[in-house]
């Protein structure tokens, strides 16, 4: 396959681990990959068993899945419950346990959930059900979220109005922001691919300069992810703070300018709680009033239940990289696939979740 | 001539001569029955040791690449036979059809079950016929049990030092099938392996007291065949990535869709558990067999990782591959 199994050359990965090992000398670095599909892409490689021991890869809020609070998973499951409501969410969400419930057990015990593939499949379910009112549960990043806008923006050209949205789309600079600011050491980031498709490189520049944290955006193939570590390492190791793309295959400094258009046309900047970290100042995409007949929460009013959360699942302590999935007493005990407790154990991106499968 | 009717009728499966005449002239035809019809087939079996199966069919859509929810019937269960070490002889055929079920689309599916039995040299020798109401089941259920002998099954404890070997490429069915049912707008080369598989077992016969263990690894793929094998053992399996045969089309589908083939399903093959130092002469009888063509040795069992899967993986590193909850899910971001 083009521009994947070139990607994965043995030998080629031997010689990055060999001059990583190099530049990092005896230092301690501790890396952060922010993006989920890294965290996998890690998982799935065996790259952990290839890196030297004084490199550590924390993994970071880099889930959608895993991020989305559980006052949100009450909320659509809220409206899943409710008369009149088809509730449309992607695959992953359906199995995240809220206060009570997930939306995969109150589909089971009458809820509707319709899992979708994709933002467009929601609307054509909207056009499919004239008599219903379809609530999209809206997750993920600057990747998901120009979707989520197109979504919106092609159900006001149908004229549809049974389709709504319930936003829990994120971004992600800011809160890296708030990981540096924190009490875990992080000494560089592997930024998210995807998110800098749209993003672009220059996205990262306030956190190189102004927290002196080397970025480097990169890929998602083995030696794309080594190639990153290694240039992290020699920035460490040289004391540079600069953004790096190592991913200019299908990075471009400014990103795509045309996804972030219908981004800040149909979304503006809003307070977001992240599962775990709290609230981060600015890092949530809110439907703007033009569009608030679009927006579930203003148009659908439903009564939620009180939040609560398992006070022992140390989720939040994962996405900030402080713990390890390892250092949960849940963790392959009380919570597993099968039986997730916390966010992080349910999404195929989820820390928790890549830890059991391939650890 | 009842059989003239284009659908499926309900009075089709109500023991009256609709259903006598549906029987008759679609089935018993078909599957070349003999003489009178009695409640049950009477055989003669050549010995003592019997293995005996079942298997319901419930794929969607009815018609695929590389077969048919009737081939797909015949050659599962010849397959589940086949792999215990059994060579199978007879076949019953339960049917579960929809009202309105095009009669042509019936009758193409019982031609596809003769030809595939006929091909692998077993008959299907009795069955049942149900008609259900529309919306009650989706297009046609297929059932088939089986009945197969062996002077010996593959039913051993694995040991360390043993050698796995797979028959082919892995995830080819499931694929084949998510491709023609998802509306993705690909177009794939892709087509199931869906086979029957007791030919290419007994080319194996001169080496059948090496092997401790054989699976075809359908649902849930060649990873989680291999799991079951492990579980609960003292040693683990090491598998070598690169040596495990994909297709190119598996392995860019499972690409894009963040699937991964060792867990896809396959219907046409096999992958052996055999002793120490005879994988490679396994390879080399299979290979003679045109089922067999791309068989190879894809790992050992060895006395790291108890009780676990692991591989050795393109890049060089090493992993786990657990056991699946559930369906694999598409990825989301």
């Not at chain 1, 059900?129 to 923006?153: C, H, M, R, S, Y």
């Not at chain 1, 996405?319 to 154990?345: H, I, Q, S």
């Not at chain 2, 599916?109 to 008959?123: L, N």
Request: proline share 4%; hydrophobic share 40%; aromatic share 6%.
């Amino acid at each position: 396959m083009k521009f994947v199994e070139e990607f994965r050359n043995k030998e080629i990965a031997a010689g990055l681990i060999r001059r990583i090992e190099e530049s990092l000398g005896g230092r301690q670095v501790s890396l952060m990959e922010v993006c989920g599909t890294h965290t996998m892409a890690i998982q799935r490689f065996g790259l952990r068993s290839l890196l030297p021991k004084n490199l550590k890869l924390l993994s970071g809020p880099g889930c959608p899945v895993c991020v989305t609070p559980n006052e949100l998973v009450d909320l659509a499951i809220a409206y899943a419950m409710k008369q009149g409501v088809i509730l449309a969410t992607f695959g992953d969400m359906a199995k995240v346990p809220g206060s009570s419930t997930s939306l995969l057990k109150a589909k089971a015990a009458g809820g509707r959930v319709q899992i979708v593939y994709s933002t467009m499949d929601a609307v054509k379910l909207a056009e499919e059900n004239p008599d219903k009112q379809i609530v999209f549960f809206g997750i993920g990043f600057e990747t998901t979220a120009p979707t989520i806008a197109a979504a919106i923006l092609q159900a006001e050209q149908n004229g549809l109005r049974n389709f709504f949205v319930v936003t829990a789309a994120k971004t992600i600079p800011l809160a890296m922001e708030a990981l540096l600011q924190g009490e875990v050491r992080i000494d560089g980031f592997i930024c998210p691919g995807h998110v800098s498709v749209i993003i672009g490189s220059n996205a990262y520049r306030h956190i190189a300069e102004g927290y002196h944290a080397p970025c480097i955006i990169t890929g998602f193939e083995p030696l794309d992810i080594l190639q990153a570590a290694e240039m992290l390492v020699q920035q460490v190791r040289d004391g540079r703070a600069d953004v790096e793309n190592q991913y200019s295959r299908v990075v471009h400094e400014d990103g795509n300018a045309a996804a972030r258009g219908i981004l800040e046309k149909v979304f503006e900047a809003r307070d977001a709680n992240w599962r775990g970290i709290g609230v981060i100042p600015g890092t949530g995409l809110g439907i703007r009033s033009e569009y608030a007949r679009f927006d579930a929460q203003v148009q659908i009013p439903v009564e939620t239940e009180k939040t609560v959360e398992n006070k022992l699942c140390i989720c939040g302590l994962v996405l900030k990289g402080a713990k390890e999935p390892t250092d949960c007493r849940l963790f392959a005990k009380r919570c597993t696939p099968e039986n997730p407790v916390g966010a992080c154990m349910v999404s195929g991106e989820g820390a928790c979740a890549a830890y059991y499968k391939y650890h | 001539m009842t059989t003239t009717a284009d659908r499926i009728l309900l009075g089709h499966g109500s023991g009256g001569k609709l259903m006598h005449d549906l029987i008759r002239e679609v089935m018993v035809r078909e599957f070349g029955g003999r003489g009178k019809l009695l409640d049950s087939a009477i055989l003669k079996f050549p010995s003592q040791n019997l293995a005996f199966t079942t298997d319901s069919y419930v794929v969607r859509p009815l018609f695929f690449p590389g077969g048919d929810i009737g081939k797909l019937a015949v050659s599962g269960t010849i397959n589940d036979l086949s792999v215990v070490g059994a060579r199978p002889l007879f076949l019953s055929c339960g049917l579960i059809i929809e009202e309105g079920l095009e009669m042509s689309v019936l009758q193409k599916v019982i031609r596809s079950m003769q030809r595939t039995a006929q091909k692998a040299g077993v008959r299907i020798v009795t069955g049942d016929t149900k008609v259900v109401e529309k919306g009650s089941c989706d297009g046609l259920f297929v059932n088939t049990a089986g009945v197969g002998y062996a002077e010996r099954f593959f039913d051993e404890e694995i040991r360390v030092g043993d050698e796995i070997v797979v028959s082919g490429t892995v995830g080819d069915h499931g694929m084949a099938i998510l491709a023609a049912r998802e509306d993705f707008g690909l177009e794939t080369t892709l087509r199931s392996d869906c086979a029957p598989l007791n030919g290419l077992v007994q080319t194996l016969k001169p080496c059948f007291s090496k092997i401790r263990l054989m699976r075809d690894p359908t649902r849930g793929g060649l990873a989680t065949v291999l799991n079951e094998f492990v579980e609960g053992t003292n040693h683990g399996i090491l598998l070598d990535e690169e040596r495990i045969p994909t297709k190119k089309a598996v392995r860019a589908l499972s690409e894009l869709l963040g699937l991964d083939p060792l867990y896809v399903a396959n219907e046409g093959r096999v992958v052996i558990v055999c002793a120490e130092g005879t994988g490679e002469k396994l390879v080399s009888l299979m290979r003679k067999h045109p089922l067999g063509k791309q068989s190879v040795v894809i790992g050992k069992v060895v006395t790291d990782y108890p009780g676990k899967l692991c591989m050795t993986t393109q890049a060089g590193g090493t992993r786990i591959l657990d056991m699946l909850v559930s369906d694999q899910l598409p990825r989301i971001c």
